[in-house]
């Protein structure tokens, strides 16, 4: 467990982050978990800061823009898809700025090691107009969370903290500094045309972020997050995050031009680095970001060919980018494929779907491992939540012999973060055919690491919470059938249930509830010292 | 390898294994310990979906100063292997003349308990780097958990004891 510290100690990016954020006062940290991201939180809290896990990205976001609005420093963290759920306040958050200091971190995930896509999201820098901070190591993760910080209170706009698998969860050492804490307590101060974006107050407002973004850029041109290492003239190479890492190792005696803020670029820096060398490369992982808007600037440089855009980057792959190769990759060799594990829930739930021959939606979760098999049982998986909305779509079109196989699955925290408004949309436009929707309910968030939601009743630190009932909320949607049973103990009930709800081609909700094999034991601690808790409680209130 | 000599390349160190086998804290206590030894470090892996009962690698690298956290492909110095069928899947990233420790080395029979193997074969590991035994040491106390510390305190010592 990470302790407070101004010690040289090593960190991974996860938990630099989480130390920086505490040493700079952040009132308050939200989120929602996702690989590679879920520990800053984690670590947050139990460095005593103040942190919660909200429904979804969105909220997570909606409800750190109202601290930072308050004068607050608010933090929140998500996985790179988690920000597209996240975009729509981001958007308008850059017109509106804060009054404390909002840092948004995005974790992105090129190679896709746990995600189902290898999006990057520098673009979003840029296109909700918010600066944006790459670092290259832990080191860094603690200073640029201190520097994006300074940089929101500074210009009054939210900062994006982008970083990648590799600075997350990878341990280097850190030197953690002193860093400058807010000096007003949070305090609410009127500003109607600065804050509410009706389009009279909007269209200044996104001629005020332009000009701010403006100055930012000028500012980034003599700014320290930058770095230069002299080299050979001969070979330039323009980089940033961890693939200035590889970069160092691949090509040593290289000039270097490291970026640190990657949104507004330092263009006139970047000129002038190319024109001090002959030949100048950019090297970045996943899309050519840096790239284009050099190129776009006029500043002759040269990408990587179209194959390393791909997966990450490493080492190897930056001698290849260097070398202009382009000749087919070696293979690595298969590993061992994660699984369901022995004894879990799911397994018994996607037995009987196969035996069913059911049409499965799925989602996302450990229970997307229902793909492989010996069970098959999915056949689609997209975002969070889609299961819902994707097999009702199925069910409006198929024929009917079809759209009556077609089955909805979703984990408890997945319906949580994204699930509701599916079945809202269930009970407005019901297919022909019905449709039934399986809440996989193992009582934890367990593919991110057995993380707390709103459906658990209990917080982030694992303290009691209220607790949202899936059967109440579904019968208040006015779903005619609402079924919970044990998959384990009650696998051909299930079967059964399945069976007839299907036949009926009426709207149903089955929870299959069982708490998740890895969860149980701690699970059974948490509510065990509730109950102490409670009785001690109880028994102080007897004694005044 | 006498720490007398100061280290004046980068060593690579891969643990592999399966999930739940203690990769990730095998790659822990090593990288704690060069640490506390006094070398730059970095240490890379990746979670999630590995956990669930899959292929699990962690790479750890020290000496003067590390940039990279990933070892290149063929360039790790020492392959810690704790499940014997992982051996193959990651022979690749040891380089030639690499030294590959697996369960073998250590039997089976000389550990009390199996979950010890990682530290276990840690201990054989630090006989290799240019790491005083009480940096280790410190490591391990630093890393787990009082009621399973004495127990792999044994494990390590019966790794470092183990001839080849």
């Known amino acids: 467990m990470i302790q407070p510290t101004m010690e040289r100690i090593l960190l991974s990016g996860n938990e630099a ?3 920086a954020a505490k040493n700079a006062g952040v009132a308050l940290g939200t989120g929602y978990p996702g690989t590679p991201s879920t520990e800053i939180l984690e670590n947050f809290s139990e460095l005593g800061g103040k942190a919660q896990w909200s429904p979804n990205e969105k909220v997570a976001l909606e409800v750190a823009l109202g601290a930072a609005f308050a004068g607050a420093r608010a933090l929140v963290t998500m996985k790179h898809v988690g920000l597209n759920v996240a975009a729509d306040p981001l958007f308008t958050a850059a017109y509106t700025g804060v009054s404390g200091a909002l840092v948004v971190v995005s974790a992105d995930d090129p190679g896709m090691a746990s995600s189902q896509n290898e999006q990057d ?6 296109a909700a107009g918010v600066p944006m901070l790459e670092p290259s190591d832990s080191q860094e993760a603690y200073d640029f969370t201190a520097a994006a910080f300074e940089i929101s209170t500074r210009w009054r706009l939210p900062v994006l903290l982008r970083v990648t698998t590799r600075i997350c969860h990878s341990k280097s050492i850190v030197q953690p500094r002193a860093i400058p ?23 200044p407002a996104h001629r005020k972020l332009r000009a701010k973004l403006a100055e930012i850029a000028a500012w980034n041109e003599t700014s320290d997050l930058h770095q230069v290492i002299a080299g050979e003239k001969s070979l330039g190479i323009i980089t940033s995050g961890v693939s200035y890492q590889h970069v160092r190792e691949a090509a040593p005696q290289a000039s270097v031009l490291k970026l640190g803020m990657t949104y507004p670029l330092p263009l006139n820096r970047i000129q002038a680095f ?43 792959r930056v001698r290849r980018i260097l070398a202009r190769d382009e000749s087919p990759e070696p293979v690595p060799p298969r590993g061992k494929p994660p699984q369901l594990c022995p004894g879990c829930a799911h397994r018994s739930v996607f037995q009987v779907l196969h035996d069913l021959d059911c049409i499965v939606s799925g989602d996302i979760g450990c229970y997307t491992l229902g793909v492989l098999p010996p069970f098959q049982a999915m056949d689609t998986c997209v975002c969070m939540g889609a299961s819902i909305g994707a097999g009702l779509g199925l069910r409006h079109v198929l ?10 699955v979703i984990g408890d ?28 309910d193992n009582s934890t968030t367990a593919m991110t690491g057995l993380q707390e939601h709103p459906g658990t009743g209990r917080s982030l630190d694992h303290s009691p919470a209220h607790k949202i009932e899936f059967e109440d909320l579904a019968r208040s949607l006015g779903i005619p059938h609402v079924h919970t049973l044990d998959p384990v103990k009650e696998t051909d009930a299930l079967k059964d249930l399945l069976q007839n709800l299907l036949a009926h081609e009426e709207l149903a909700l089955v929870i299959a509830r069982r708490p998740c094999i890895l969860a149980s034991r701690k699970i059974r601690e948490y509510e065990a010292a509730a109950q102490q808790s409670n009785a001690e409680c109880h028994y102080a209130t007897r004694e005044t | 390898m006498p720490e007398s000599e100061p280290l004046n390349h980068v060593i690579n160190v891969v643990v592999a294994g399966l999930g739940g086998q203690g990769v990730i804290k095998a790659s822990d206590i090593l990288a704690d310990a060069v640490f506390r030894a006094g070398f730059d470090v970095k240490k890379a892996e990746v979670h999630g979906m590995s956990q669930r009962g899959g292929s699990v690698n962690s790479d750890v690298r020290f000496g003067p100063r590390v940039f990279s956290p990933m070892i290149p492909d063929g360039e790790a110095d020492f392959l810690v292997v704790l499940a014997e069928d992982q051996v193959e899947t990651n022979r690749n990233r040891l380089r030639a003349n690499g030294v590959l420790i697996d369960p073998s080395a250590i039997g089976a029979a000389a550990l009390s308990n199996p ?28 890393n787990l958990p009082e009621k399973i510390l004495e127990i792999n305190m044994k494990a390590f010592q019966a790794g470092r004891t183990v001839t080849r």
């Open chain 1, 181 to 203: 804490k807010p000096e007003a307590e949070p305090s609410f101060v009127r500003d109607i045309e600065g804050r509410v974006m009706i389009p009279a107050y909007a269209r």
């Open chain 1, 121 to 126: 999201n520098r673009h979003y820098a840029e």
């Open chain 1, 413 to 440: 925290s997945t319906f949580i973060h994204s699930g509701i408004t599916g079945l809202a949309e269930m009970v407005y436009n019901p297919p022909a055919t019905g449709h039934v929707v399986i809440i996989l």
């Open chain 1, 399 to 408: 024929p009917r012999d079809q759209a009556r196989r077609v089955v909805s």
């Open chain 1, 274 to 316: 190319v024109e001090s060398i002959e030949r100048s490369v950019v090297i970045e992982e996943g899309d050519p970001y840096l790239d284009h808007a050099i190129r776009a600037a006029g500043v002759t440089v040269e990408g990587k060919p179209e194959m390393y855009r791909f997966g990450e980057l490493n080492v190897n």
């Open chain 2, 115 to 142: 979950r010890t193997l990682n530290v276990a074969l840690l201990g054989l590991l630090s006989t290799r780097l240019p790491v005083e035994e009480t940096h280790w040491i410190e490591a391990l106390r630093a």
């Open chain 1, 17 to 19: 982050i989480a130390l």
